[in-house]
C-alpha cells in the first residue's frame, strides 16, 4: 500500500522560507504516468494546488505561486520537495503531498494523499 | 484563470439521494474529479475521469460531467458519507483546479 509522509518544520518566520519533504513507501517515484504533488488547504478553508513534479524533474506550478514556488525531486531517497519562499501569514496551512496521475490531454487527478502538516507562520 | 464553483452546502435525508454540481467554463470537455473530506482527514478520491471509482469507493457514488457542469450523486446516502466534496479538474492555463468544496450533511 502507497504512503505518503510529510515532514518538516511546524513554524515558519514571516518572510522566511517554508521547506517541506514527502517521503513516499510501499511504491516508486519512478512509476511511469504519475506525478507528485503538493496542495495546501488553509485552517477551515478550501484545497489549494501548489505544484506537481514528475520523477524526471518537470514541473507544473500554480501560476499564483510559482513565483516563489520550488519543488524537486530525490529519486534515490524516494521523496519529493517543497520549497516556499518570503511567506507571510496567509501562507499558514495544512499542505499535503499527494501522487497524481497524469496522462494527457486531461487525466489528472490524485489518489494517495498524505496526512498532511499544519504550518504555521509567526515571528 | 479558469475557475470551478460548488454550492456551499447540501442536505440529505439518510436512505436518499444527494447531488452536488460543480460548474466551469466547458467543464465538460475536461474530466472532472471529486474529493471527499471529513473533519481532521485527508481528501480521499471518490471519482475520477467524470464517472470512474476507485477500489473501495461505492457503486452509491456516481459522476456525470457535460456542458459546464459535472455532477456528484450518492445513493441510499449514509451517514457515513458526511463531508466535504471537493470537484478537480486541470486546465492549460492554469494546472490543477480544485472547487471551493460543497459541505453534505445527512440530516
Known amino acids: 500500500q502507497l504512503q505518503l509522509q510529510e515532514s518538516g518544520p511546524g513554524l515558519v518566520k514571516p518572510s522566511e522560507t517554508l521547506s517541506l519533504t514527502c517521503a513516499v513507501s510501499?511504491?516508486?517515484?519512478?512509476?511511469?504516468?504519475?506525478?507528485w504533488g503538493w496542495i495546501r488547504q488553509p485552517p477551515g478553508k478550501g484545497l489549494e494546488w501548489i505544484g506537481s513534479?514528475?520523477?524526471?524533474?518537470?514541473?507544473y506550478y500554480n501560476p499564483s505561486l510559482k513565483s516563489r514556488v520550488t519543488i524537486s525531486v530525490d529519486t534515490s531517497q524516494n521523496q519529493f520537495s517543497l520549497n516556499l519562499t518570503s511567506v507571510t501569514a496567509a501562507d499558514k496551512s495544512i499542505y499535503y503531498c499527494a501522487r497524481m496521475w497524469l496522462k494527457r490531454p486531461k487525466e489528472y487527478f490524485f489518489d494517495y494523499w498524505g496526512l498532511g502538516t499544519l504550518v504555521t507562520v509567526s515571528s | 484563470s479558469y475557475e470551478l464553483t460548488q454550492p456551499s452546502s447540501v442536505s440529505v435525508s439518510p436512505g436518499q439521494t444527494a447531488s452536488m454540481s460543480c460548474s466551469g467554463a466547458r467543464l465538460g470537455n475536461k474530466y472532472a474529479s471529486w474529493y471527499r473530506q471529513k473533519p481532521g482527514q485527508s481528501p480521499v478520491l471518490v471519482i475520477y475521469?467524470?464517472?470512474k471509482r476507485p477500489s473501495g469507493i461505492p457503486e452509491r457514488f456516481s459522476g456525470s460531467n457535460s456542458g459546464n457542469t459535472a455532477t456528484l450523486t450518492i445513493s441510499e446516502t449514509q451517514a457515513l458519507d458526511e463531508g466535504d466534496y471537493y470537484c478537480?479538474?486541470?486546465?492549460?492555463?492554469?494546472?490543477?483546479?480544485f472547487g471551493g468544496g460543497t459541505k453534505l450533511t445527512v440530516l
Open positions: 510501499g511504491g516508486s517515484l519512478t512509476t511511469t504516468n504519475y506525478y
Open positions: 513534479i514528475s520523477y524526471t524533474g518537470s514541473t
Open positions: 475521469q467524470d464517472n
Open positions: 478537480q479538474a486541470w486546465d492549460g492555463s492554469t494546472g490543477v483546479v
